[in-house]
């Protein structure tokens, strides 16, 4: 039972942080239909700035998170406006294939910049162990539930109440229709980037933080984003979130309880992947597309 | 309202001159001139591919044309981007409908409320303050825009569940919303029956005469076009070949041509 509480917490730790990742992918998707394979590399790229802001530049660390989140930020909308807005009516191939290059631009200028070596990174979120229910969890992961927690509510208010969230679902639903309601689709398109590098810097950040230490490899969680998407329907924000828990619970389990040197934890999400392809291929909450061919 | 008779002529709201568009070595419109006055159904007629859509387009910025001027209230359309049309007062509707299908028809029509929204994150995302009293002044008006077309009793409903007829008249709802000085209207009466035609025109003779909303209309049924609008102007094969009022207009030899043949003309 403890190391079932155990292995479920940590799970859904590791997966409200996919989770974070994902949502962003399917903000970038849903908005402007661009599959952008370079989501791990935002993260990564979120990671840095904050090591950048509070080891390098020795700020106070909430602030130094916020600064390299508000950097990151600016990162993403400089993507949309230098990368991608050339590309608006090239094949969407074009465009997948742009954003493959970006993801090892991106890798390459942060390898310039910090070197190729891990570093040591500080972690700064609390570590005491905490006990629940007789298990044993560190006290930063509970925090980096409750942090994802925070902003998919911060994320929901502003889909639900603020004039840009509501334009951006627009711009999601029917472009023609929002552009003669007088919503400009450039600018939405770099809000959805910005969001979308602010929710994976997030989930870098938290990694970081709970590794104690941030290399190149982090941007691999960005390739656990499509198990979580295509699970989860590569339009559906919620199905985002309840993807990337669903998928960090299956690592966590697989990995626990199935025999170690096996490494199933790490297989376990695209295992998911492809069945949910054969047999949901829009996934749990995604739009059904009929196309008659 | 044309007033070509010695009546002085009323200021133009919107002047279009000389608009040519091509698609490649395809010309859609060439030399396109009428003016457009204030409070005034317009009607543009013409058979299938006349270009009658393109010039809708022209005005609303989604097609750029090469050559003219399109003036709205002495400013030139052209070149504007179609957001930045939408927010001098222009609200369309589009020939297949475009509307926003997984919001309900409330959302719809509050989005047609955008251009007039100011509300940042913050308020806005609390519902407190100046935000809420923003939300409730928009409501007001989208609420009087759900009395007028008669749609109370679906304000809830999610748009895409909705007949096509409703949907129409939601996405002609949503324009209003903008509250507009001009609307586009894309064949709001195509592929309605007859009872839904009739409520469609009582609509649009309503909005132009309770609110003096300057409307442009494309649509295929003459027996409606030639009742309800004051000036029609007549295109085939992307060429503005009459304009007048709906009597004039009927009477044109080249629009009996058009519609009916060169054989019937000849009589």
């Not at chain 1, 916020?66 to 993507?79: D, E, F, K, R, T």
């Not at chain 1, 690592?251 to 992947?273: D, H, T």
């Not at chain 2, 003459?222 to 094969?237: K, P, Q, R, T, Y």
């Amino acid at each position: 039972m403890e190391k079932f509480i155990q292995l479920t917490l940590s799970g859904v730790a590791n997966g409200a942080i996919f989770s974070l990742v994902a949502l962003g992918f399917v903000l970038i998707y849903k908005s402007s239909d661009v599959i952008n394979f370079a989501q791990g590399e935002l993260l990564m790229i979120g990671a840095y700035l904050t090591y950048m802001t509070v080891q390098q530049f020795g700020l106070f660390w909430p602030i130094g998170v916020v600064v390299a989140v508000i950097l990151a930020a600016v990162v993403g909308a400089l993507i949309e406006s230098l990368v991608l807005r050339p590309l608006i009516g090239e094949p969407a191939i074009s465009v997948i294939m742009v954003t493959i290059g970006l993801s090892s631009l991106l890798r390459g200028i942060v390898g310039a910049i910090w070197g190729v070596t891990p570093l040591p990174a500080p972690q700064f979120l609390p570590r005491d162990p905490v006990k629940i229910l007789g298990a044993s969890v560190g006290l930063d992961k509970l925090l980096a539930i409750g942090l994802a927690l925070l902003l998919f509510g911060l994320l929901t208010l502003f889909f639900r109440r603020s004039n840009e969230g509501i334009a951006m679902r627009a711009v999601a639903d029917d472009q023609q229709a929002a552009l003669s309601m007088g919503i400009s689709i450039k600018r939405i398109w770099a809000v959805a980037w910005a969001i979308a590098a602010v929710t994976a810097a997030v989930g870098g950040i938290l990694l970081m933080s709970i590794f104690g230490g941030v290399s190149g490899t982090i941007g691999r969680v960005g390739l656990l984003v499509f198990p979580v998407v295509i699970l989860g329907g590569l339009d559906s924000i919620p199905g985002a979130i309840i993807g990337g828990l669903i998928i960090g619970l299956l690592q966590a389990f697989a990995g626990g309880y199935l025999p170690p040197e096996l490494g199933l934890g790490e297989v376990v999400p695209y295992v998911v992947l492809i069945l949910i392809l054969l047999v949901r291929p829009y996934g749990l909450f995604g739009q059904t597309r009929i196309e008659r061919v | 309202m044309a007033g070509n008779n010695g009546v002085p002529t009323p200021e133009a709201q919107m002047q279009i001159d000389s608009v040519g568009l091509s698609f490649g070595g395809v010309r859609a419109l060439s030399g396109i001139s009428f003016n457009v006055y204030p409070g005034t159904i317009q009607a543009i007629i013409g058979p299938n591919g006349a270009g009658k859509t393109s010039l809708l387009n022209c005005i609303s910025g989604l097609y750029k044309p090469q050559q003219g001027q399109i003036r709205f209230e002495g400013r030139n359309l052209i070149g504007l981007a179609p957001h930045e049309i939408a927010r001098l007062g222009v609200a369309r509707s589009f020939q297949n409908i475009e509307l926003f299908r997984h919001m309900t028809v409330v959302e719809n029509l509050m989005l047609g409320r955008h251009v007039h929204m100011r509300g940042g994150v913050i308020s806005g995302g609390l519902y407190w303050g100046a935000g809420k009293r923003e939300e409730i002044v928009h409501r007001e008006f989208v609420e009087q825009v759900i009395d007028l077309l008669e749609i109370q009793d679906i304000r809830k409903k999610t748009v895409g569940s909705l007949s096509y007829g409703l949907q129409k008249r939601v996405e002609l709802g949503r324009a209003l919303a903008m509250d507009p000085r001009l609307l586009l209207l894309d064949e709001p009466m195509a592929g309605m029956n007859s009872e839904e035609k009739e409520d469609m025109a009582r609509f649009i003779l309503d909005i132009s005469e309770e609110q003096r909303t300057t409307i442009v209309l494309i649509e295929h049924d003459m027996g409606v076009v030639m009742d309800i609008s004051d000036n029609v102007a007549v295109l085939e094969f992307g060429q503005l070949i009459a304009y007048g009022s709906p009597d004039e207009v009927k009477a044109h030899p080249d629009v009996i041509a058009a519609y009916l043949g060169h054989q019937h003309a000849a009589h």
